[in-house]
Every structure is written in C-alpha cells, then in structure tokens.
T-cell receptor
Framework: GENVEQHPSTLSVQEGDSAVIKCTYS??????FPWYKQELGKRPQLIID?????GEKKDQRIAVTLNKTAKHFSLHITETQPEDSAVYFC???????????FGTGTQLKVEL | DAGITQSPRYKITETGRQVTLMCHQT?????MFWYRQDLGHGLRLIYY???????DKGEVPDGYVVSRSKTENFPLTLESATRSQTSVYFC?????????FGPGTRLTVT
C-alpha cells in the first residue's frame, strides 16, 4: 500500500519568513495530494490540494509543488503569520482508490 | 463544515463497555470515513464506506464495528472498549477526492 513520509516533524520560523514542509510517497499511481491544517483541539481542514497532472498550485500565501518523478510534494507558506501556527498533514490518494494515506504531521510554530 | 457532525464530543467509559460514536453528514456524500488520531501516529483509517450498506476495513479495524444503513449516518462501535482505544476519533466525508472532517470525539477508556 501507499506510504507517506513527512518532514520535518517540527518547524519553527520567525514571523514573515517562509516555511517549507516536504512529503514523499511510495505509490507512483497516486494522483491526488491534499494538505490539511489542524489547529490545537480542532478538526483537520483542507487548505490546498494538487492533482498529478499539475506541477504547482498557489492560493495566496500558500503553494504546493509536486515532483512526480521523484515522488515528492511540498507545502510552501510565505510571509508566515502567528495564525499559521498549527500541525500540517500531507496525504496521498492512490490511483483508483478513495482512501487517503496521511503523513505523521509537522508542528509549525511561527514566532513573533 | 456544519454539514458533518459528531456526537458525543467527549466520552469517558470503562474497559469492557460498548461505546458508539455517531457521525452525521448533510451533504449526501457517498464516501465516509472513520479515523483515529494519536500522538506520533497522525491520522489512521479505521473503516470507510463507499455508500449505504457498503463498508470496508482500513488500517486499524480491530476492535471496531461500523454500519451504514443510511447515506447520512456512519456510526462507529467499540464492542468492548480497551485502554488502547483512548484516542480522538474523526469522521470524514468525501466528494470528488476532497475529504471534510467532523469536529471529532475525544474518547477516554479508563
């Protein structure tokens, strides 16, 4: 089955800096890669996703890039703000399936 | 997000008791999922359902039972709760790949 690895497990940045979280996946047939943000005590919320026919997608300060050859994808957050502090999860959906496999999460802390 | 709800939000039970966690969605999404979230393990899939009366095991199904008689409801039952089932449980529903999560149920087994 699919295996998703996520790095780093914790990330601390200064407000205004950029943050990058990376994930690798094992199933070359995976075709959908969402990112979720989970604030303390809250539900995971979908913040951005990318499909395998696209190399990059942006939404204001966040972007996701996908390298199918290397089987990795990354979340980029620019101009970080304190409200970006949360746990971020990547996930991958194997081709033909409907079950997401999640990474183990990255705790992002944006310091003032 | 008000379209998917879970109850109860918090539950404390004793080892050996049967517990049912409820999940209800108003979107008529075909797919529904149950996850548990534990520190260090991220989100692990327990069971999922593609439609009413169609369910299948996920990564960690042992000790859990599900049913789905109606599209909008997907209850999760712990037949005989164990301390290792202390966790936060999230229900989710899906349309066109995108999954949306309920608010979660924090279950403590003493």
């Amino acid at each position: 089955g699919e295996n998703v690895e996520q790095h780093p497990s914790t990330l601390s940045v200064q407000e205004g800096d950029s943050a990058v979280i990376k994930c690798t996946y094992s199933d070359s047939a995976s075709n959908y890669f969402p990112w979720y943000k989970q604030e303390l005590g809250k539900r995971p919320q979908l913040i951005i996703d990318i499909r395998s026919n696209v190399g990059e997608k942006k939404d204001q300060r966040i972007a996701v890039t996908l390298n199918k050859t290397a089987k990795h994808f990354s979340l980029h957050i620019t101009e970080t703000q304190p409200e970006d502090s949360a746990v971020y999860f990547c996930a991958a959906l194997p081709g033909g399936g409907n079950k997401l496999t999640f990474g183990t999460g990255t705790q992002l802390k944006v310091e003032l | 997000d008000a379209g998917i709800t879970q109850s109860p939000r918090y539950k404390i039970t004793e080892t050996g008791r049967q517990v049912t966690l409820m999940c209800h969605q108003t979107w008529s999404h075909s797919y529904m999922f149950w996850y548990r979230q534990d520190l260090g393990h991220g989100l692990r899939l327990i069971y999922y359902s593609a439609a009413a009366d169609i369910t299948d095991k996920g990564e960690v199904p042992d000790g859990y039972v599900v049913s789905r008689s109606k599209t909008e409801n997907f209850p999760l039952t712990l037949e005989s709760a164990t301390r290792s089932q202390t966790s936060v449980y999230f229900c989710a529903s899906s349309v066109s790949y995108e999954q949306y999560f309920g608010p979660g149920t924090r279950l403590t087994v003493t």
